[in-house]
């Protein structure tokens, strides 16, 4: 059995204008008309051409009129817009420098041991040899 082929009619029109605006997807829109998505294209490019627009546009109305306001929903439609319409973004900035960010020295001070004394009036200690490995 062949399909009938659609005939679009003032009332889907103005339907697939006022979803598309909304922002409901095309195969939504399609199923509440009842067609395939690409007979939606085909038949209703301009009602999804301009519904898309008009929505758009109320969002930057309104997204203008915050943005040019007073209080803290003006200052983030601000940014919003800034981003967005004037090509501004956020950067974060991390400066390498190679050198150690902090330097830690942990010094244990206890009793003294007398072996320990001992061994530091030793002769030997006085020769290169002797020296511990960080050459101190």
Same mark, same amino acid.
């Given at each position: 059995m062949a399909r009938t082929s659609h005939k679009p009619d003032e009332a889907s029109r103005r339907q697939v204008e006022a979803l598309a605006g909304y922002g409901v997807p095309e195969t939504g829109i399609a199923d509440m008309v009842g067609i395939d998505p690409k007979t939606l294209r085909k038949h209703?490019?301009?009602?999804?051409?301009?519904?898309?627009?008009?929505?758009?546009?109320?969002?930057?109305? %309104?997204?203008?009129?915050?943005?040019?306001?007073?209080?803290?929903? %003006?200052?983030?439609?601000?940014?919003?817009?800034?981003?967005?319409?004037?090509?501004?973004?956020?950067?974060?900035?991390?400066?390498?420098?190679?050198?150690?960010?902090?330097?830690? %020295?942990?010094?244990?001070?206890?009793?003294p041991d007398p072996e320990r004394l001992k061994a530091l009036d030793s002769p030997a200690l006085d020769r290169p040899a002797a020296r511990n490995r960080n050459g101190a």
């Open positions: 209703y490019r301009h009602e999804l051409r301009i519904g898309h627009t008009k929505a758009n546009s109320a969002v930057a109305q %309104s997204l203008f009129r915050k943005a040019t306001g007073e209080g803290q929903q %003006s200052v983030t439609a601000a940014i919003f817009w800034a981003k967005t319409r004037m090509g501004w973004k956020e950067t974060i900035v991390n400066e390498h420098s190679g050198e150690p960010i902090q330097t830690i %020295s942990r010094v244990i001070i206890g009793p």
